[in-house]
């Protein structure tokens, strides 16, 4: 399939209906129903394994801690199965920009550069082009999980799932009806969000979605400032945690870690040619203080993650930088080969990708190349750290709340697609019945139980020797 330009340049309108219906000749909306194990699936464990090779080796049992203390946290550091498994299947060759990690908790309220809050995807670790429905299926077994986890019924957890997909069908209808730019000017701020929640709404679910807002605007990079830094004799510092925080004069201890300051000054200055003139300008108004570095994430523990404290006028007046470590999507060896990019950097993929997809992206989004102090080329990208963001607690969330919430992501979704796709072709494909909602409440609820599965084997491997866990 061409590209989402060249696809909406060379067919017209009922052409590009027709592709989308021909779609269905080739997958069936029901077939997305089925997951069964390949004979000669990888083992989960050995996936995992592979990633955590190239990682800071001390920071790995964080991660593999982490991915033990349920199912639904496994799911979320195990997008490298899920990608595997869904190359093995054939697929609809309907193209968007994917997120890559579509789960529940990778959507959320976010800050936009006008100062509004949306609701939006939040990370873009494993974005990459690919056929719209393997999103799709990560957010839907991502809902069940986390019902499961509540404690749902099968009959709450396919509601929730069919609440969120018929959302994004019928949010691809729409935009399939809209002007182009139409669509690339659509944000789902707080009226927006309200709409999509519908009239079914109960009071409790309204007041606690008003009450979301409220804590996201507190989320500012001001209240990171009070919470990661302390005031020493040198002035503001970032306050050590390890190995959750651990400050660059601490990993000098380490004489592995000698020159990693200049290494990482220069990572910075690098990242700023990335920036917009504009942009450049404004953080050169900003000074380098201290640096450390993070583990973030379940899936992302390990990674090269440093946080960087700059300070305009005063010690009042803070910029918290996050940079991170970019390999290469878990989707790239899966993709088919008429989605597959090759980009000559990976931070650049990951701010590429969430240009294409999120409607308002940091203003200090970039990204930089680094040759480490152990001869090892590495990519980065970095935005801020906290900026009115708004997380998502699906341990706190009843049915009716889930179900909503999952009616609020699956038109997120949708405008994502829509924005780096073509939402002609999808709404020809999807249809007005509820088909493929059907039969993706199916998959969630079979690949919940492969999760549950490659969980299992995770816990094996720990009882084993195999891995070694640590819980932080």
């Known amino acids: 399939m ?110 936009s550069p006008e100062r ?13 082009p690919g056929p719209f429905e393997w999103d799709v299926k990560r957010l839907a077994s991502g809902l069940v999980t986390a019902g499961r986890a509540n404690g749902f019924t099968l009959k709450e957890q396919n509601r929730v799932v069919r609440e969120c997909v018929r959302s994004y069908r019928e949010r691809m209808r729409e935009f399939a009806g809209m002007r182009t730019l139409d669509i690339w000017y659509a944000q789902d701020d707080t009226d927006r969000v309200r709409e999509l929640a519908g009239p079914s709404a109960d009071a409790e ?21 009070e919470k990661l830094t302390h005031v020493t004799a040198e002035g503001r510092r970032i306050a050590s945690d390890p190995p959750l925080v651990t ?55 390990g990674t090269r993650c440093w946080i960087v404290l700059l300070l ?18 878990v989707l790239a060896e899966h993709t088919p080969a008429e989605h597959a990019e090759r ?59 889930m179900a909503l919430f999952g009616r609020i992501c699956g038109a997120s979704l949708a405008r994502a697609h829509a924005r780096s796709g073509d939402p002609v072709a999808l709404a020809a494909y999807l249809g007005t019945s509820d088909r493929f909602d059907r039969a993706l409440a199916e998959f969630g609820q079979a690949y919940a139980d492969q999760n549950e599965r490659d969980f299992a084997a995770l816990e094996a491997a720990h009882r084993t020797g195999r891995i070694r866990a640590e819980s932080l």
């Open 2 to 111: 061409p590209s989402a330009s060249d696809f909406t340049a060379a067919l017209t309108l009922s052409e590009r209906v027709a592709y989308g219906r021909q779609a269905r000749t080739r997958v069936p909306r029901s077939s997305h129903a089925r997951h069964e194990p390949r004979a000669g699936r990888p083992d989960p464990v050995e996936l995992i394994e592979r990633q955590s090779a190239t990682r800071v080796q001390e920071l790995v049992p964080v991660r593999y801690g982490r991915m033990l203390e349920s199912p639904f946290r496994f799911y979320r550091g195990a997008a490298t199965i899920m990608a595997s498994d869904l190359g093995a299947v054939p697929d609809t060759g309907l193209g968007v920009q994917l997120c890559g990690d579509a789960h529940p908790l990778n959507f959320r309220l976010l800050a």
């Open 116 to 128: 509004r809050l949306v609701f939006d995807i939040n990370d873009f670790d494993e974005t990459y």
């Open 205 to 225: 679910a309204v007041r606690r979605t008003r009450r979301a807002a409220e804590r996201a605007r507190t989320r500012t990079s001001l209240r990171a400032f």
């Open 247 to 301: 400050p660059l004069d601490q990993l000098r201890a380490d004489p592995k870690e000698e020159g990693r300051e200049q290494e990482l000054r220069t990572l910075l200055e690098s990242y700023a040619r990335s920036l917009p003139p504009d942009r450049r300008h404004l953080l050169r108004h900003y000074r380098l203080v201290d640096i450390a570095r993070k583990v973030v994430g379940v899936g992302s523990v």
């Open 312 to 329: 305009g006028r005063d010690d009042d007046d803070p910029l918290l930088l996050q940079a991170k470590e970019a390999g290469e999507s």
């Open 343 to 401: 980009y000559d950097n990976e931070g650049r993929r990951v701010v590429t990708g969430q240009h294409l997809i999120q409607t308002s992206s940091d203003i200090f989004l970039g990204w930089t190349h680094l040759t480490g102090l152990d001869g090892q080329p590495r990519d980065f990208y970095v935005r801020q750290l906290w900026d009115w963001k708004g997380i998502a607690r699906p341990e706190t969330m009843d049915p009716q709340l």
